[in-house]
């Protein structure tokens, strides 16, 4: 079994820079994607960052040159998103999802709880 654990989100002023991260625990399979959602209050939830296991990333146009997204192998699996010039619009909870891939099958597909981000002006 594979869990997944987000830390990192708190309230910030506009403009800030924030950095989550995720801890993934158990045996992922090691053709993966990690990636972060983001869900704002009464809205659906949306792709942000991700980031495969052969380095390929992909962004939100809305979070392009502000976010980025790094993976960590040793001394545990990890992601973060480094967040910069947050905005208020960037309110939201944030989501972290790690998935297996065999070719275009999934091989698992994991979340955690969340971590709510609050960006005011």
């Known amino acids: 079994q594979v869990y997944v654990r987000e830390s990192g989100g708190k309230s910030v002023q506009a403009g800030e820079s924030l950095r989550l991260s995720c801890m993934i625990y158990?045996?992922?399979?090691?053709?993966?994607?990690m990636a972060w959602y983001r869900q704002p209050q009464g809205n659906q939830r949306e792709l942000v960052a991700s980031?495969?296991?052969?380095?390929?990333?992909?962004y939100a146009d809305s979070v392009k040159g502000r976010f980025s997204i790094s993976r960590q192998s040793v001394p545990s699996k990890a992601v973060h998103l480094e967040m910069n010039n947050l905005k208020p619009e960037d309110t939201a909870v944030y989501f972290c999802?790690?998935?297996?891939?065999?070719?275009?099958?999934?091989?698992?597909?994991?979340w955690g709880k969340g971590t709510l981000v609050t960006v005011s002006s």
């Open positions: 980031m495969t296991s052969g380095g390929y990333e992909n």
């Open positions: 158990g045996d992922l399979y090691s053709s993966n994607v």
């Open positions: 999802n790690a998935k297996g891939a065999h070719g275009h099958a999934t091989v698992g597909d994991y």
